[in-house]
């Protein structure tokens, strides 16, 4: 499958009201998406699905999940969330198909359409509720995405929402805001030709101010190495306040080391930097990339909580854990195992994405 956009206009183009909220806002719910196709993690199908289980088992534990998941799956869906003992009671069930489990990058970006001068009022979800609908292509047509693409146009009718249905091909991992609309992005995934052939900075500054309320986009070259989204910001660089980003840098022999030290440098000149660790290298044998882009920034935000990936590496694992410890004080920060998930390319925010309050 391809897709090409038509060039996005610059003409009236115009800061409006809409405002992507930073995740550490206070959020309604979580949307997940179930992942039933048989094609992904084919040789350890239980254990992924078992893994994923508990992870919408701990998301229960602190807020609402809206459950993606076609009625042919449901019935394994729910002896998994029984084994990972989900509440049930904050689970609601979709029977939507989709091709793949990604809902941070085929589900919508949630927005509020607020009145006066809204950046001024950080943390408060002012104004209406509205969507904004990226057409996904599955990270520039490298994957099957029909279903996928429904997401956003069927969650605007079951929430009644307005959805804002863009030209520009892009995904919500591949954006990172805070609540004063600062952004953080990647050149290799917005300027990637196999997604928006001729889109330069400036039409893509126009978008983002036009439809999430950006005023500031901090560019970063690219990301890891085997990464399948071309280098999505979520397992780079996290914004953990307004002024302070987390951002994982390697050790010298690793193959990402020169491009994390160079994207800690550049983060460094506007914003307050901590540094989380990287896991050691994830080597699995017969797969389509030689290591895995396994990273702890891909940690989920909850409103009492923090959800952090961890390897089955006990040292890095814990260290990633302990360092957002200390800059979410008022959330428990609670480490999922996420081995097994990683080997289809992504781990508890590509798998997510929070509705706010």
Same mark, same amino acid.
């Given at each position: 499958?391809?897709?090409?956009?038509?060039?996005?206009?610059?003409?009236?183009?115009?800061?409006?009201?809409?405002?992507?909220?930073?995740?550490?806002?206070?959020?309604?719910?979580?949307?997940?998406?179930?992942?039933?196709?048989? =094609?992904?993690?084919?040789?350890?199908?239980?254990?992924?699905?078992? @893994?994923? @289980?508990?992870?919408? @088992?701990?998301?229960?534990?602190?807020?609402?999940?809206?459950?993606?998941?076609?009625?042919?799956?449901?019935?394994?869906?729910?002896?998994?969330?029984?084994?990972?003992?989900?509440?049930?009671? =904050?689970?609601?069930?979709?029977?939507?198909?989709?091709?793949?489990?990604?809902?941070?990058?085929?589900?919508?970006?949630?927005?509020?359409?607020?009145?006066?001068?809204?950046?001024?009022?950080?943390?408060?979800?002012?104004?209406?509720?509205?969507?904004?609908?990226?057409?996904?292509?599955?990270?520039?047509?490298?994957?099957?995405?029909?279903?996928?693409?429904?997401?956003?146009?069927?969650?605007?009718?079951?929430?009644?929402?307005?959805?804002?249905?863009?030209?520009? =091909?892009?995904?919500?991992? @591949?954006?990172?805001?805070?609540?004063?609309?600062?952004?953080?992005?990647?050149?290799?995934?917005?300027?990637?030709?196999?997604?928006?052939?001729?889109?330069?900075?400036?039409?893509?500054?126009?978008?983002?101010?036009?439809?999430?309320?950006?005023?500031?986009?901090?560019?970063?070259?690219?990301?890891?190495?085997?990464?399948?989204?071309?280098?999505?910001?979520?397992?780079?660089?996290?914004? =953990?306040?307004?002024?302070?980003?987390?951002?994982?840098?390697?050790?010298?022999?690793?193959?990402?080391?020169?491009?994390?030290?160079?994207?800690?440098?550049?983060?460094?000149?506007?914003?307050?930097?901590?540094?989380?660790?990287?896991?050691?290298?994830?080597?699995?044998?017969?797969?389509?990339?030689?290591?895995?882009?396994?990273?702890?920034?891909?940690?989920?935000?909850?409103?009492?909580?923090?959800?952090?990936?961890?390897?089955?590496?006990?040292?890095?694992?814990?260290?990633?854990?302990?360092?957002?410890?200390?800059?979410?004080?008022?959330?428990?920060?609670?480490?999922?195992?996420?081995?097994?998930?990683?080997?289809?390319?992504?781990?508890?925010?590509?798998?997510?994405?929070?509705?706010?309050?």
């Amino acid at each position: 499958m391809s897709f090409n956009p038509p060039p996005f206009p610059l003409k009236n183009l115009r800061m409006t009201s809409l405002r992507l909220p930073a995740e550490y806002e206070p959020q309604r719910a979580i949307w997940l998406s179930w992942p039933g196709n048989p =094609v992904t993690w084919p040789d350890i199908r239980a254990t992924a699905e078992a @893994a994923y @289980a508990h992870f919408v @088992a701990a998301i229960t534990r602190f807020q609402p999940v809206e459950l993606i998941c076609q009625a042919a799956w449901e019935s394994t869906a729910r002896l998994r969330l029984r084994e990972a003992r989900a509440d049930f009671q =904050v689970i609601r069930f979709h029977d939507w198909p989709t091709n793949d489990a990604w809902c941070r990058d085929h589900g919508p970006l949630f927005v509020y359409n607020a009145t006066g001068d809204f950046l001024d009022l950080p943390y408060k979800a002012t104004g209406d509720l509205e969507m904004v609908d990226f057409c996904f292509t599955a990270w520039g047509g490298k994957f099957p995405y029909d279903k996928d693409d429904e997401i956003p146009r069927r969650i605007s009718e079951a929430r009644n929402l307005t959805r804002h249905r863009l030209p520009t =091909v892009g995904e919500g991992g @591949a954006i990172e805001v805070n609540s004063r609309g600062r952004m953080v992005t990647t050149e290799s995934v917005w300027l990637n030709p196999n997604r928006n052939p001729g889109l330069t900075k400036q039409r893509a500054e126009a978008v983002f101010a036009r439809y999430l309320g950006v005023t500031e986009t901090l560019w970063l070259k690219q990301g890891l190495i085997g990464d399948d989204t071309d280098g999505h910001i979520d397992t780079l660089s996290r914004f =953990v306040n307004d002024e302070t980003v987390v951002t994982i840098l390697c050790g010298e022999s690793d193959t990402n080391y020169g491009v994390l030290r160079e994207n800690r440098e550049q983060l460094q000149e506007r914003l307050e930097v901590v540094c989380l660790p990287h896991p050691e290298p994830i080597r699995p044998e017969g797969w389509r990339e030689e290591v895995l882009p396994a990273s702890y920034a891909n940690f989920l935000i909850l409103n009492e909580a923090v959800l952090v990936p961890t390897y089955h590496q006990p040292k890095t694992d814990a260290e990633a854990v302990g360092i957002l410890a200390e800059l979410f004080p008022g959330r428990q920060v609670l480490g999922i195992p996420c081995k097994d998930l990683i080997l289809e390319g992504g781990a508890l925010h590509c798998l997510s994405m929070q509705e706010p309050l």
